[in-house]
């Protein structure tokens, strides 16, 4: 087997046993990258030469007895995220050429834990999309059908993972960001629980409910990820310092109760897809788990609520942008002029789409009657959310209504982009954990299964998916297989 196609703990354990060094695996890694990127383009920049360094650094520190689960691993970091002396353009024109001159706090981790950086992922601009069409530089491609698109806004990163181009990756996660590409592409993707994991260092889309979360080719690599990157950093004020633990891992999920909302198999949904999670709820219930029939009412406002809420939050973040401080400056007569023509030439439809209409939600006489209503709602939401865990220990649902989509199917058509986040940003709205995991093929194409907790409850996730992965065969083929 080609070393770029282990897991991170199968690497972790050849490394340990001195079958073969960081140095080779990294060199698989980046040979699958110039035989498969081509034609995927999953990455914006390969650290071809910084990666071997790195690798030859955490082969000494292997050699010496000092190493960690991550030591020596390949992973591919999501253009969104700071490490220092590269680009990083978020996916817009209007940062091209911007290097960063600090480290994102979770690359910090990684680095600190001895990773190597094998280069930076695509992404839509400023993480806004569901598809990964709205990048500035390239359109990724599915690796199960390179007619459908990945998902988004992380669709490098789950591309780069499923193609076994890395061992594992780092995406952002809005309101499916993570979730939804790992489920087009097969992939497990966690979004956890807000303030878990620092987003010091991460190019912000919506303050209030962006979270940085793992990809990877299963459950346990996603918790060693998570592992190393969750946790207290005092640099960022919404960080919250709990006790992060995946010691549950391995134990079965007998007498848990597993609750399945009614609003989350509505009309719209793919029937085979419906199919394909109904029978992975049916195999949690015959390893142990007691399926719950519950009702989330709220939900169906959830989408409204977190469009208003992005919206408005990237008006007010991308205002930086603004031909002075970072990235494009076009040269104008005036200073208005400069703010003006550098945001028309460096920012994408997306970005101004959301703009405008955010700009709207929190204008006089429109502020009360959008934004304020829907925080309002959001917090009902949440309570929703918090009540229904007094009855069960977790839910499960779709990832998606469909499996991925073909390129430019929704493109030009911006509200049905938006319900493709449906069944994910209730979690995002609510400040719980979500993970989506393989569930099975339809028409050999991934589809994705959700399990959503508690805040902080991370751990019965990786414990569920855990159990529910080792029951079944599916998540182990790979694009091609």
């Known amino acids: 087997m080609p070393l770029n196609k282990l897991t991170i703990e199968q690497a972790h354990q050849g490394l340990k046993k001195k079958e073969f060094s960081s140095a080779d695996l990294t060199r698989d890694c980046l040979e699958q990258i110039d035989k498969k990127d081509p034609e995927l383009d999953a990455f914006l920049n390969v650290f ?3 990666a071997l360094v790195q690798a030859a650094d955490a082969d000494k520190k292997i050699k010496a007895g000092d190493f960690s689960y991550l030591t020596g691993i390949p992973l ?8 220092e002396g590269h680009e990083c353009t978020a996916g817009s024109k209007i940062l091209k050429n911007y290097i960063a001159t600090y480290d ?3 690359v910090k981790r990684l680095r600190k834990s001895g990773a190597v950086f094998l280069g930076k992922t695509n992404m839509d601009e400023f993480a806004m999309g569901s598809s990964t069409e709205n990048s500035a530089y390239k359109k990724t491609k599915n690796p199960w059908d390179k007619t459908r698109v990945p998902g988004g806004s992380s669709g490098g990163s789950a591309v780069a993972v499923a193609a076994d181009m890395c061992l594992g990756a780092l995406g952002s996660d809005t309101g499916s960001s993570v979730r939804q590409p790992a489920s087009f592409c097969g992939v497990v993707g966690l979004k956890p629980t807000y303030g878990r994991v620092s987003r010091n260092g991460l190019v912000a889309m919506t303050s209030s409910l962006d979270q940085i979360g793992p990809i990877t080719k299963n459950i346990k690599d996603n918790a060693i990820l998570y592992q190393a990157i969750a946790g207290y950093d005092a640099s960022d004020s919404t960080s919250v310092n709990k006790k992060v633990s995946i010691e549950g891992l391995d134990k079965d999920i007998k007498g848990i109760k597993i609750g399945v909302p ?3 198999f509505i009309e719209g949904m793919d029937p085979e897809v419906q199919k394909s999670v109904e029978a992975a709820i049916a195999q949690l219930k015959k390893i142990g788990a007691k399926i719950v029939k ?11 609520v977190y469009q208003i809420t992005v919206t408005s939050e990237i008006s007010a973040n991308l205002a930086r942008f603004d031909g002075i401080r970072y990235g494009l400056s076009v040269d104008a007569p005036s200073l208005k002029e400069v703010y003006a023509q550098s945001k028309e030439k460096g920012l994408g439809p997306e970005a ?22 829907a925080q309002k709602l959001r917090q009902l939401i949440a309570k929703e959310f918090r009540d229904i865990f007094k009855k069960v220990d977790c839910l499960a649902t779709p990832t998606a209504p469909s499996v991925a ?11 049905m982009m938006y319900l493709s986040d449906i069944y994910t940003c209730p979690a995002n709205i609510g400040g719980v954990c979500a993970i989506s995991l393989p569930c099975g093929p339809v028409n050999n194409l991934p589809v994705g299964l959700q399990l959503i907790a508690k805040p902080f409850d991370e751990e019965l996730l990786f414990r569920a998916g855990n159990q529910y992965e080792q029951a079944t065969v599916w998540h182990k083929n790979k694009p091609g297989d």
């Open 48 to 50: 071809k030469k910084e």
């Open 104 to 106: 994102a706090e979770v």
């Open 76 to 83: 591919a970091i999501k253009d969104n995220m700071l490490i």
């Open 405 to 415: 989509f073909k390129l430019g199917e929704k493109f030009n058509d911006p509200l």
């Open 294 to 304: 519950v009702s989330l009412p709220l939900t169906k406002y959830a989408l409204a």
């Open 352 to 373: 101004k789409r959301r703009i405008i209409l955010g700009t709207f939600a929190l204008s006089a006489g429109y502020y009360d009657q959008y934004y304020v209503q």
């Open 262 to 264: 009614e609003e989350y």
